[in-house]
């Protein structure tokens, strides 16, 4: 039985994506001071570029060790390698081209460029994954300090969307995704189990359009019609919302909004 989720309620989405910012800074902080490295797992979309922008202007950032972060992918858009569409591309821009990491230790999705068709390149991920977990991971995939995760208007995570396969996989950590609702319809995403695997969950919605996402994911819809309420961490599961993404939550679930 996983703990319940904590919510944090943000005025607005700036300042939702300042605060994301300054938590994952800590979060990463602490991670490399108690065990030498942090592993964080990045998301797409406006929700989860927002928050890379926020930290990248963030005078904090310099007191990570980037040399010692490994960045990984919820989840990508499977086009060509430098598709301004892809979410590596966009997390470049956002941030990545501007700290000093250490490009062995950044983990992007394959493109669809390289050699593999969309379910072939999934099983690569899944197999770099594996080639990355240590002993004291729990399973196949590295044991991530944070996974982040936008919430999507329809309640997807990642590219887990509603009554589509892939949110139903039980064994595999990585797959294709043909006929996604939101193009591009190909994609290559992490499944519930490799969700699972983090320490810590965050999921980021904030803006209007959220509102009955998380309202239904919060109230106990099951995870085949509302994927984000099955993304939940080992440790800890935390949602990070602005005002309007929380308008809809049943009052014993609004925890008093941040100042
Ligand atoms: O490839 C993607 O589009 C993202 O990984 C996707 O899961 C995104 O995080 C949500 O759709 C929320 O996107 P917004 O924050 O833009 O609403």
Not at 78 to 85: C, H
Request: no cysteine; net charge negative; glycine share 8%.
């Amino acid at each position: 039985m996983t703990a319940a989720p904590q919510l944090v309620v943000h005025r607005d989405k700036e300042l939702m994506a300042q605060a994301a910012a300054a938590r994952l800074i800590t979060k990463i902080v602490d991670a490399q001071a108690a065990r030498g490295f942090a592993s964080v797992v990045l998301t797409g979309g406006r929700n989860g570029n927002g928050l890379l922008a926020a930290l990248s202007s963030s005078a904090a950032k310099d007191a990570i060790d980037w040399s010692r972060l490994d960045l990984w992918w919820g989840d990508e858009r499977f086009l060509p390698d430098g598709d301004p569409e892809r979410n590596y591309t966009q997390a470049k821009e956002a941030l990545l081209d501007s700290v000093p990491l250490n490009p062995a230790r950044v983990h992007p999705m394959p493109a669809s460029d390289g050699a593999y068709e969309v379910d072939a390149a999934a099983e690569m991920y899944a197999a770099e994954l594996t080639a990355a977990a240590g002993p004291e991971d729990h399973g196949r995939v590295p044991t991530f300090d944070v996974l982040m995760l936008g919430v999507g208007p329809d309640t997807h995570v990642a590219s887990l969307f509603p009554e589509l396969p892939a949110v139903r996989e039980s064994e595999r950590t990585v797959v294709g995704v043909h006929g996604a609702p939101k193009p591009p319809p190909v994609r290559i995403t992490l499944t519930l189990p490799a969700i699972r695997s983090a320490r810590e969950v965050w999921l980021l919605a904030a803006g209007e359009d959220k509102a009955s996402a998380a309202a239904i994911a919060l109230s106990g819809a099951g995870e085949v019609q509302a994927p984000a309420a099955g993304a939940y961490g080992r440790a800890r599961t935390l949602w990070l919302l602005d005002a309007a993404a929380a308008s809809q939550l049943p009052r014993d679930l609004y925890p008093p909004a941040s100042p």
